[in-house]
Structures are given as structure tokens and as C-alpha cells.
């Protein structure tokens, strides 16, 4: 089947653009994540929904940050005036339900480049 | 707040032969779970391995297996046998029992050598 799907896969942004990237979970999946993975780092927790419903979003790193999943499906996740910092690759996961031992399964990720 | 330190930046390994990548994980929480992924150059994220803390059994997949010592709060990946395909990025991580989200650690670089 299907896996988690993202896009764009690769977004230049000049500073001060804003940006949005969609993430297209697995069929069925109640739970969905964002995570920010900067160069060389691992990846670091952003957001959470559990269907429509953002549970957990105090991983954003500042009010430029937003992320919506209105439907309980595809999220997606909007960074407004783009600054050089937010240079990172962006992955998404989803899982089947919220349990702790619950398999994440990852996207490919967006690559944002700001320039 | 939970921490995973990853003190390995890169390993390297011979084809068939065993390596094993380090994971210290610092904690408060007694209910907690413990994972292994793999990144591979093309960026996708594969869990590799799984570990309950309540389980006193270390966990095995196939070439993998864990050596999960919870007093000492550390949990290494063993991987026996390796091959080509195992050149990737690893990441340990950990989930709090009630918890959503993974925190991951800075990851170590495998490289299989011929």
C-alpha cells in the first residue's frame, strides 16, 4: 500500500517568503506528526494531531509556525517570513493509533532551502 | 525533559562482520519505550527495532537485536552479519509512555566496507 507522501519534495524560499508544505498520511492513520530535521541533526518534534484535533504543538518554534489538519487527513504545515534558520528538512509521519510502542511511519521530507 | 545522546558520530563496519552503535538515554519516567530507525540516504525513515522498558528481554529482529540495560539507561543496537544495504543514518529515540511525539538522538553514520 501506500506510504506517507510529501510535497514538495524540495522548496527554495527567498527570506521573508512564505511557505507550505502538505503531508499525506496513511489511509486510515489517526495520528500525525511533524518533525524538523536540520542538517547533520536529528529530528526534532514540531506538532501532533490525533485526527483533526492539534493535541500537542509545543514543539513549534516560534508563532510563524502553523500546521492544520482540517479533515483529519492531510496536513499541512505553513511557515510565514521564511528566515535562513528555517533551512531544515521537514518530515511528516502517521501511525495507526496514539500508543506509545505505535510504529511511526515517515515521509520522504521536504527540503527547505532559504535563501 | 528526556535527552538521547548518540556519542558516535560514525561507525564503519567490514561486510559480515558485527558492529554495535551506542544510545545513553536520560529520564525521570518509568513507563517508557525505546526505538532504533534507520535513515538511508534517500531521507525515509525505517524503525529498525523496538524495546518496552517494562521488559527485561532484549529485543530481536532477524540481524538485530538491542542490548537494553534500563539501570544504566542505555540501549545499543547490535547488527550481526552486515551488509551493504545497512550503510544508513541510525537514530535512536525514545517515547515517553504517555506520550506522543519521539525524541531522537544526533544519529550515527554507518558505513559497510567491502
Known amino acids: 500500500g501506500a506510504g506517507v507522501s510529501q510535497s514538495p519534495r524540495y522548496k527554495v524560499a527567498k527570506r521573508g517568503q512564505d511557505v507550505a508544505l502538505r503531508c499525506d498520511p496513511i489511509s486510515g492513520h489517526v495520528s500525525l506528526f511533524w518533525y524538523q530535521q536540520a542538517l547533520g541533526q536529528g529530528p526534532e518534534f514540531l506538532t501532533y494531531f490525533q485526527n483533526e484535533a492539534q493535541l500537542d504543538k509545543s514543539g513549534l518554534p516560534s508563532d510563524r509556525f502553523f500546521a492544520e489538519r482540517p479533515e483529519g487527513s492531510v496536513s499541512t504545515l505553513k511557515i510565514q517570513r521564511t528566515q535562513q534558520e528555517d533551512s531544515a528538512v521537514y518530515l511528516c509521519?502517521?501511525?495507526?493509533?496514539?500508543?506509545?510502542?505505535?510504529?511511526?511511519?515517515f515521509g520522504p521530507g521536504t527540503r527547505l532551502t532559504v535563501l | 525533559a528526556q535527552t538521547v545522546t548518540q556519542s558516535q558520530p560514525e561507525m564503519s563496519v567490514q561486510e559480515a562482520e558485527t558492529v554495535t552503535l551506542s544510545c545513553t538515554y536520560d529520564t525521570s519516567e518509568s513507563d517508557y519505550y525505546l526505538f532504533w530507525y534507520k535513515q538511508p540516504p534517500s531521507r525515509q525513515m525505517i524503525l529498525v527495532i523496538r524495546q518496552e522498558a517494562y521488559k527485561q528481554q532484549n529485543a530481536t529482529e532477524n540481524r538485530f537485536s538491542v542490548n537494553f540495560q534500563k539501570a544504566a539507561k542505555s540501549f545499543s543496537l547490535k547488527i550481526s552479519d552486515s551488509q551493504l544495504g545497512d550503510a544508513a543514518m541510525y537514530f535512536c529515540a525514545y517515547r515517553g509512555g504517555t506520550a506522543s511525539k519521539l525524541t531522537f538522538g544526533t544519529g550515527t553514520r554507518l558505513q559497510v566496507t567491502l
Open positions: 509521519a502517521s501511525s495507526v493509533t496514539s500508543g506509545a510502542l505505535i510504529e511511526q511511519f
